[in-house]
């Protein structure tokens, strides 16, 4: 499983707070320039033991990153979050180019994407209905809003996530996959609420 976004939009906020639980730093990125990380996140789904492999590479929003085509590194991943910043339109925007850039072709039929909103203690800047048209264009079947300050959606999101894969692989291995329906996500009532001052 692994990120994409624009620079800063806080793909490294979201998986630290993931790896450190209750922290968070606002100027750790000096601290991990250069190297990509992975971490095995572990959980319990029904009877199953599940151990999911998260990355994140340092930098993934830069230029140089964005121009490579990156097919071939996402080949095998289960799932793709794209993530946007909810106090920055143009990183929406973006996540159509990540999109293009990343899941290409019949390789990526059985990908979970997910689409992010970062930073849910800022102002939001972007409505309801626009981020919703954009999960339904990148077919994008699940949506949250996070904050890797707060710590608000960023373990529960990540699980969510865990556990459509987890579904899909059951419904692949029962082969009772009817063809994909396309993907109609309806962001959820508390989700629609928007604090409206910075925390
Ligand atoms: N207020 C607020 N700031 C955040 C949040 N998440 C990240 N930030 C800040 O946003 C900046 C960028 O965060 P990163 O996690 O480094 O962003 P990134 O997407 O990994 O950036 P690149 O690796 O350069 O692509 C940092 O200054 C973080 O402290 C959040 O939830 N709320
Ligand atoms: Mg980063």
Redesign the pocket.
Known sequence: MA?Q??????????F??IRDGNK??????RL?NGHDWVLDYHMKIEDCDVTVQLC???????DR?RLMNHNRLFLNADAIIF?Y?IEERFTLESVRDWYENTVSGPNFDNCILALVG?????LMEIEVHTIEEMCKEIGAKLHFF?????GEMVKESLEEVIMEVHKRSLEKRELSVEGASEPNVTLSENNKTKKSR?S
């Open positions: 990120d976004g624009d620079p800063n939009v806080g793909k490294t906020s979201f630290l707070r968070f730093c606002l100027d750790y990125s991990l994140d590479m340092p930098g993934t929003g830069g990153y993530m910043s970062t930073k849910y203690d800022l996070t904050s890797a300050k707060t910075c």
